[in-house]
């Protein structure tokens, strides 16, 4: 089955930096890529996705690119606030009726005000 | 608020009892989906119904089981309870029986086993 892997588990960035949250996938049949973020106590929320007739996608400070031959995609906030602080959850799957989301341990990141 | 509801928010309980979850899926939504988070193991999959029909399997422990109502609310009930069923447990839904979609997750039941 599909083992999606994120490192490192911490990351920790000044306030108004750039942060990158990498991932990595192990199943090259997969094609939808999404990206959650979990604050403290709260249910995890879709952030941004891609899917892999694309290369890269962004929405306001966010954009996720994916390398399929590599089998990676990363996460870029941009202009980072105190607010992103949070556990941030990469995950893939395939499409159709019977894959599962198979999400990675999680990245805690910490931005310093 | 995502519109999914769970039910209950937190729940203390001792080993060996056996409690049920409950799950209502957003308006429209006829995917439920359960997830078990652990401080150290992330979000695990554990079962996914769709229209009432089990339709994929994750690492469920055979004390656990599931279901989904014609309503299409949905039940985890967990027996046997053991010191490391201790988690958060959510519930997401999606509109759709096949991944790739967007799926919405529940504010979760806190579950502590004692």
């Known amino acids: 089955g599909e083992n999606v892997e994120q490192h490192p588990s911490t990351l920790s960035v000044q306030e108004g930096d750039s942060a990158v949250i990498k991932c990595t996938y192990s199943?090259?049949?997969?094609?939808?890529f999404p990206w959650y973020k979990q604050e403290l106590g709260k249910r995890p929320q879709l952030i941004i996705d891609i899917r892999s007739n694309v290369g890269e996608k962004k929405d306001q400070r966010i954009a996720v690119t994916l390398n399929k031959t590599a089998k990676h995609f990363s996460l870029h906030i941009t202009e980072t606030q105190p607010e992103d602080s949070a556990v941030y959850f990469c995950?893939?799957?395939?499409?159709?009726?019977?894959?599962?989301?198979?999400f990675g341990k999680g990245i805690t990141l910490s931005v310093r005000p | 608020d995502s519109g999914v509801t769970q039910t209950p928010k937190h729940l203390i309980t001792a080993t060996g009892q056996r409690v049920t979850l409950r799950c209502s899926p957003r308006?429209?939504?006829?995917?439920v989906y359960w997830y078990q988070q652990s401080l150290d193991q992330g979000l695990q999959f554990l079962i996914q119904?769709?229209?009432?029909?089990?339709?994929a399997k994750g690492n469920i422990l055979e004390r656990f089981s599931a279901q989904q109502f014609p309503d299409l609310h949905s039940e985890l009930n967990l027996s046997s309870l053991e010191l490391g069923d201790s988690a958060l447990y959510f519930c997401?839904?999606?509109?759709?029986?096949?991944?790739?979609?967007?799926?919405?997750f529940g504010e979760g039941s806190w579950l502590t086993v004692v």
């Open positions: 995950a893939a799957s395939k499409t159709g009726a019977n894959s599962k989301l198979t």
């Open positions: 199943d090259s049949a997969s094609n939808y």
């Open positions: 119904y769709y229209n009432g029909e089990e339709r």
């Open positions: 308006s429209g939504d006829l995917s």
């Open positions: 997401a839904s999606s509109d759709t029986g096949g991944s790739g979609n967007t799926i919405y």
